[in-house]
């Protein structure tokens, strides 16, 4: 059941994107933003029906669909149409597969829930509202803008108190302390990072630092 409700879940969301993309209702580079947000929700997913690092294995079929689908431009809808070519997509389930062996071997799926959630909100709204408001670049990288890295830090923020919160005994204090240094090192990574790189280093990253906070906690 875990394995039915995960694809289908996927494919609703890239159909959906399809749709939205062929009717013209939204451009290329926004469908691209919904699946990249919505299908980090599927973690969610993974931990409701997966006890054991097999879950790995559906962020591993994607790998290969991925790929074949940059190869041949299947998924219109999650393929970059502006110039540029990236692997972003590939990147994007090299990180859930990593991360799911990783976490659910440990029995702490929380912590690769961190990056990803990070990854998908974090890095696809900043995506959004960078493009609509950044007028000038960031200075780390002219690829990415001030509004954007601003966009990643408060999601960051606000997501990683969230989890701190839910799953450990911690006090708010120590909880934003530890929260606001996972969504600088967030802002930061995703400055730096080659476009489509930072759905590789953004989750990996900051899953790592949470991780090595809540072995102090």
Same mark, same amino acid.
């Given at each position: 059941?875990?394995?039915?409700?995960?694809?289908?879940?996927?494919?609703?969301?890239?159909?959906?994107? *399809?749709?939205?993309?062929?009717?013209?209702?939204?451009?290329?580079?926004? *469908? /691209?933003?919904?699946?990249?947000?919505?299908?980090?929700?599927?973690?969610?997913?993974?931990?409701?029906?997966?006890?054991?690092?097999?879950?790995?294995?559906?962020?591993?079929?994607?790998?290969?669909?991925?790929?074949?689908?940059?190869?041949?431009?299947?998924? *219109?809808?999650?393929? /970059? /149409?502006?110039?540029?070519?990236?692997?972003?997509?590939?990147?994007?389930?090299?990180? &859930?597969?990593?991360?799911?062996?990783? *976490?659910?071997?440990? %029995? /702490?799926?929380?912590? +690769?829930?961190? +990056?990803?959630?990070?990854?998908?909100? %974090?890095?696809?709204?900043?995506?959004?509202?960078?493009?609509?408001?950044?007028?000038?670049?960031?200075?780390?990288?002219?690829?990415?803008?001030?509004?954007?890295?601003?966009?990643?830090?408060?999601?960051?923020?606000? !997501?990683?108190?969230?989890?701190?919160?839910?799953?450990?005994?911690?006090?708010?204090?120590? %909880?934003?302390?530890?929260?606001?240094?996972?969504?600088?090192?967030?802002?930061? !990574?995703?400055?730096?990072?080659? &476009? +489509?790189?930072?759905?590789?280093?953004?989750?990996?990253?900051?899953?790592?630092?949470?991780?090595?906070?809540?072995?102090?906690?």
């Amino acid at each position: 059941m875990g394995y039915l409700v995960s694809f289908m879940f996927v494919f609703l969301i890239i159909g959906i994107s *399809t749709i939205l993309e062929k009717k013209k209702i939204i451009g290329s580079e926004g *469908t /691209r933003k919904i699946i990249h947000i919505g299908v980090c929700n599927w973690w969610f997913i993974a931990m409701y029906y997966f006890y054991e690092p097999i879950v790995a294995l559906i962020p591993a079929c994607f790998i290969l669909i991925n790929y074949v689908s940059y190869q041949k431009n299947i998924f *219109t809808a999650m393929e /970059r /149409r502006e110039g540029v070519k990236d692997l972003g997509t590939v990147y994007y389930s090299i990180s &859930l597969f990593i991360l799911a062996i990783w *976490t659910f071997s440990m %029995g /702490r799926p929380e912590i +690769g829930l961190m +990056g990803i959630l990070i990854m998908g909100y %974090g890095d696809g709204l900043a995506a959004i509202i960078g493009k609509k408001y950044g007028k000038k670049p960031f200075f780390l990288n002219k690829e990415k803008s001030i509004p954007g890295s601003l966009t990643v830090l408060v999601v960051s923020l606000i !997501i990683a108190f969230l989890i701190l919160n839910f799953y450990y005994d911690i006090s708010l204090g120590k %909880g934003f302390a530890f929260s606001l240094l996972i969504a600088i090192l967030a802002s930061l !990574i995703e400055a730096i990072t080659p &476009l +489509g790189f930072d759905n590789l280093t953004l989750p990996l990253s900051t899953s790592i630092v949470f991780y090595l906070i809540t072995q102090m906690i």
